[in-house]
């Protein structure tokens, strides 16, 4: 009889309602404060940047919300995603261990990001609004929201960080594709570009510095808002499509994952497979060992303090309380770029913090090697932030064969690495490094820390 590698969802089995982990937490997050008051903020005091129904679902404590249909019609085109069973990496490693994952690399832009586009360009959309800024790093959220702009006649203008913009031109072209306008960041458009070009004339960007000023242009204009690719509850809340799918999925295979393992920049896609197991957890439903892996290069969870701390380089977003190597941080230009963010989404540093999630970091070659092992095994080529959730999931897998058990382990295989050839290239050329950050700059920035007096 052949084993079965692949579990297809019926359509009319994709998720109803997004997941909201806030409702099952025995313990709040911490409120987002004000940088002026320090006092929490209100819905009030993000009604310039995001549409009151998006802000709703930043501070609900529901548990289901509701997806609309129109979303739901978007998600059809590649939704539910596929659950594999990866039998041929199993063969490889000779582990005893159920390797699973869920491959978000289908969507129309390549990755899961187009589960919280399309969410928020309908909410915008429904809001009046016109156009969307939003900031990039290697250029899926950028495209993600090109892509569902489109579909919503929105203007999109994305500002890319700057390293990322010449090392992927594919990605800039995609975007334009979709017919959305793409600028270097740090960039001459905003003031905040402005000073640290002054500085730094050839500064590499970070995504801190492009949330500045995408955020600052969206302040400015009543019909344009601003639009983030993670770390925002109601961002990771719209990627719990991919957990709960995964969830059913597993039942058909009759199985239930020992460890779920994603990889984290902002923390999205983590908590789209990982907060639905949690949320079962929490109701009673068995345990699960929950892994984020991170770069090595920008060590949020594992080597950043729990702090207040500001979302951007130049200070124009609230204060939230996560994880964090320090605003005015740079990572070096590693070639994952969507995980070359200082914070944490508050969401899982708050469930971090409480214990219920385990973090580890990986250097870039350790990942690349998982990650072509990956396509020489199961056919798909990984984007390099995909390869750290491979890594670890491999790490798993040989434990399991060192401890001689048979445990299932699910991961996100969140993207593919079609727009990032030059990084394999680089690989297979041998030239590769593993970066360290700069102990001195982390130092520093974490010496600029705002001081909040928490009651
Ligand atoms: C953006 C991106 C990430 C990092 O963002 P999260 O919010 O942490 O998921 C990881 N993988 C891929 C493929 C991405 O596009």
Redesign the pocket.
């Known amino acids: 009889m052949s084993q079965p590698v692949k579990y297809l969802l019926d359509e009319s089995r994709m998720p109803k309602y997004w997941y909201n982990l806030v409702a099952d937490l025995p313990k709040p997050p911490p409120p987002v404060l004000h940088p002026g008051t320090q006092k929490p903020i209100g819905p009030d005091d993000l009604a310039p940047l995001f549409p009151m129904a998006l802000i709703q679902q930043e501070v609900s404590t529901e548990r289901e919300i509701e997806i609309p249909e129109p979303v739901r019609e978007i998600y059809r085109q590649w939704r539910p995603s596929p659950l594999y069973r990866a039998r041929r990496l199993e063969q490889a490693l000779g582990t005893p261990a159920r390797i699973y994952y869920k491959n ?2 289908i969507s129309p832009a ?4 187009p589960n919280t586009a399309v969410a928020q360009a309908f909410y915008n959309k429904e809001a009046g609004v016109k156009r969307l800024t939003t900031e990039t ?2 250029g ?2 950028g495209s993600s929201l090109a892509f569902a702009g489109v579909l919503f006649g929105l203007d999109v203008q994305v500002f890319m960080v700057r390293v990322s913009y010449h090392q992927k031109p594919y990605r800039r072209a995609l975007m334009e594709s979709w017919g959305a306008r793409c600028v270097a960041s740090p960039s001459e458009e905003t003031a905040s570009g402005r000073a640290i070009l002054a500085q730094r004339p050839d500064h590499p960007g970070s995504l801190g510095i492009a949330i500045s000023e995408a955020v600052e242009v969206a302040a400015q204009r009543d019909d344009t808002k601003y639009s983030l ?3 925002l509850s109601h ?1 990771l809340l719209h ?1 719990t499509v991919v957990g709960q799918e995964a969830m059913l999925q597993l039942e058909m295979a009759d199985d239930y994952p020992d460890v779920v393992v ?9 908590a ?1 497979i990982a907060f639905p197991f949690l949320g079962a957890q929490l109701r009673g439903g068995r345990s699960v060992r929950i892994v984020a892996v991170e770069p090595a290069a920008c060590p949020t969870l594992t080597r950043g303090p729990y702090a207040y701390d500001f979302g951007d380089t130049a200070h124009l977003t609230p204060l939230v309380k996560m994880y964090t190597l320090g605003s005015t941080f740079t990572p070096p230009g590693f070639h ?1 770029g ?2 070359r963010y200082h914070g944490m ?1 508050p969401l899982v540093s708050h469930v971090k913090e409480l214990g219920l999630i385990e973090a580890r970091a990986y250097h870039q070659t350790a990942c690349f090697d998982a990650g072509v092992l990956f396509a020489r095994t199961e056919g798909i080529l990984p ?1 390099p ?2 390869n750290h959730a491979i890594k670890g999931a491999i790490d798993e897998a040989l434990r399991c064969k060192e401890e001689g058990v048979s445990q299932a382990i699910l991961f996100n295989m ?2 593919h690495g079609h727009f990032d050839m030059p990084a394999y290239i680089d690989y297979f050329a041998g030239k590769l490094t593993d970066q360290e950050y700069d102990q001195a700059e982390l130092a520093m920035a974490l010496s600029g820390l705002p001081s909040v007096t928490e009651v």
Do not use: D, I
Request: glycine share 30%; proline share 0%; charged share 10%.
């Open positions: 978000e690399s390549g990755s899961h990001k790093g290697a899926q959220w690719g993670s770390v961002v990627q994603g990889c984290t920049g902002g923390g999205s896609n983590f789209g994952a969507g995980l989404a984007a932030e995909a969140c993207g």
